[in-house]
């Protein structure tokens, strides 16, 4: 079975403050990805990487691929309070169809 | 871009009865579809594979006879908790494949049993 750690699950900072979440595993993924998910939604996806070293940039966001491709890091810069919400890192569980398995889940809260 | 739509967002419903959560995707064909379930403060957990026209395939641990699942047309699958009891209570999400290898997420159902 392959599992994601996902650390730290609970993150309170300060507005302004960078934070990076990691998602880790011992299985190798073909691809990972990060999503969003506000109370009472469904997650909403933030990004896909496919190619082990890869890093992607959206805004403020950096996600990077470890070069095993067993690794994934989501990097804030300069959180603000809308950043405030469930970070979900998600890997595909083999067999096709987008069958995924989901990381713990981080919870950040960025206090003005 | 594919939306995938669930319905209903909530439900209350009694102890010992049965509900239905639809999974519908909009504008686009999806021949398998998943379920998952979410604790509060947890992260998601894959229940079942829905395959349309076959058999549902479930995860370990996950009882079928309790969460009935119907995947009866390429664009609808019905997940049906059974004799729903408290510890059901839960957000159901459903999810349909994109362009590999992203999904496409519902709203989820927050079912609350009494």
């Known amino acids: 079975t392959q599992l994601l750690e996902q650390s730290p699950q609970f993150l309170s900072i300060q507005e302004g403050e960078n934070l990076t979440v990691y998602c880790n595993s011992s299985?190798?993924?073909?691809?990972l990805q990060w999503y969003r998910q506000e109370p009472g939604e469904g997650p909403v996806l933030l990004v896909t990487?496919?190619?082990?070293?890869e890093v992607k940039k959206l805004k403020r966001l950096t996600f990077q691929f470890g070069d095993a491709r067993k690794d994934s890091s989501l990097h804030i810069t300069a959180a603000q309070p809308g950043d405030t919400g469930l970070y979900l890192c998600?890997?595909?569980?083999?067999?096709?169809?987008?069958?995924?398995?989901f990381g713990q889940g981080t919870r950040l809260t960025i206090n003005p | 871009g594919a939306v995938v739509s669930q319905h209903p967002s909530r439900v209350i419903c009694k102890s010992g009865t049965s509900v239905k959560i639809e999974c519908r995707s909009l504008d686009f064909q999806a021949t398998t579809m998943f379920w998952y379930r979410q604790f509060p403060k947890q992260s998601l957990m894959l229940m079942a594979t829905?395959?349309?026209?076959?058999?549902?395939?479930?995860e370990q641990g996950v009882e079928k006879d309790k969460f009935l699942i119907n995947h009866a047309s390429l664009t609808l699958s019905t997940l049906t908790v059974t004799s729903a009891h408290p510890e059901d209570s839960s957000f159901y999400i459903c999810?349909?494949?994109?362009?590999?290898?992203?999904?496409?997420f519902g709203q989820g159902t927050r079912l609350t049993v009494v």
């Open positions: 990487v496919v190619t082990g070293g």
């Open positions: 829905s395959n349309e026209g076959s058999k549902a395939t479930y």
């Open positions: 999810s349909a494949p994109g362009v590999f290898p992203e999904a496409f």
């Open positions: 299985s190798v993924f073909s691809s």
């Open positions: 998600a890997g595909d569980a083999g067999g096709g169809a987008q069958k995924l398995v």
